[in-house]
């Protein structure tokens, strides 16, 4: 899908990251000047190995607990791409606080930063732990329920934090509720590593994956590719309707750990036929798992002209072609 965005300043918060570095690498590409800002706690540099140098491309090593870092990055930029944060549920379980700090805090410090340095539009990474206990299928945007996570409540303050300081001071938001995203770049490695590139890694080097319950937990997994076009559309929306207001980013379909484990053993095997024949362990549920999640992205459709390319499937196949040739 052709998104015409060019000659602006942006700025990535989390560029080195797995989603971050994508979006950085997009954004030059489309001849915008970049701006990274990253402490490099989960963010990698060899995401932007090859982009360091680009003319067009700076990099402020720099944390969002830190107002000044983010006073630094937003000077004279026309939009701000907010992925920095802590993910990962089991991590906010263990370490609450420092997700708080990061998440809130951080979060806090990058609207200020905005506000003042008068940034056209704010577009923030939100998340699917959003709906929380929520039973209804699919997930529909104004229908939550109780945060099951720290992690969770941390990005539902976030979206309560933009609401305010769009109605308070006039600071454009949009909000994007990321599903389960996956791709290249993703490290495999690490106790929070997400479960596509862990088990990649796991079946790469012939190790079972343990699954958590009996496998028919479900996602709505979504390609990197998607959600930069979720981010590009919500940068160049001239619809007023669009603006504060929160989209899921999603393929719109579901999938359980199991189908997911096949899709991965049978593309896989193409590059090495020994792991068709690995078999998977199952585990205990995660504490603060959701069991299903399934987008509607029916709201993304209409207000964003969002338009998703990669099924799980699709997605899979170019994930599992960049692992074999990068790790």
Request: charged share 25%.
């Amino acid at each position: 899908m052709k998104v015409n965005l060019s000659g602006k300043r942006i700025v990535v918060t989390g560029g080195a990251g797995f989603i971050g570095s994508n979006l950085c690498e997009t954004l030059l590409d489309m001849e915008n000047k970049v701006v990274c800002l990253d402490n490099f706690s989960t963010g990698k540099k060899e995401n932007i190995s090859s982009f360091i140098n680009h003319e067009n491309f700076t990099l402020i090593e720099g944390d969002i607990r830190n107002i000044n870092d983010c006073k630094k990055s937003v000077d004279g930029v026309d939009f701000v791409l907010h992925q920095a944060a802590l993910g990962s549920v089991p991590r906010s379980i263990k370490d609450p606080l420092t997700t708080n700090e990061v998440n809130v805090s951080g979060f806090l410090n990058m609207l200020i930063a905005s506000r003042d340095a008068k940034v056209k539009r704010f577009v923030y990474a939100a998340s699917s732990s959003t709906y929380g206990d929520s039973k209804s299928l699919p997930k529909i945007e104004d229908k939550i329920g109780k945060p099951l996570s720290p992690y969770a409540v941390t990005k539902y303050v976030n979206e309560l934090y933009a609401d305010v300081f769009f109605k308070t001071y006039g600071l454009e938001t949009i909000g994007l509720r990321y599903f389960n995203v996956f791709g290249r770049r993703q490290d495999p490695k690490g106790a929070y590593a997400a479960v596509i590139p862990k088990f990649v890694g796991q079946f790469m080097n012939g190790e079972s994956p343990t699954i958590n319950g009996d496998g028919n937990y479900s996602r709505d997994f979504t390609y990197v590719d998607n959600v930069i076009q979720a981010n590009l559309l919500s940068l160049i929306s001239e619809n007023k309707k669009a603006i504060n207001n929160i989209y899921n980013v999603a393929f719109g379909d579901r999938n359980t750990l199991n189908d997911l484990v096949k899709y991965l053993k049978e593309y896989l095997s193409e590059f090495d036929s020994k792991i068709k024949g690995i078999e998977v362990n199952h585990g205990e549920n995660r504490i603060g798992d959701i069991p299903h999640s399934h987008a509607s992205i029916e709201k993304a459709k209409e207000l964003l002209n969002y338009n998703p390319q990669f099924s799980l499937q699709k997605g899979l196949k170019e994930a599992v072609k960049w692992y074999w040739e990068n790790l």
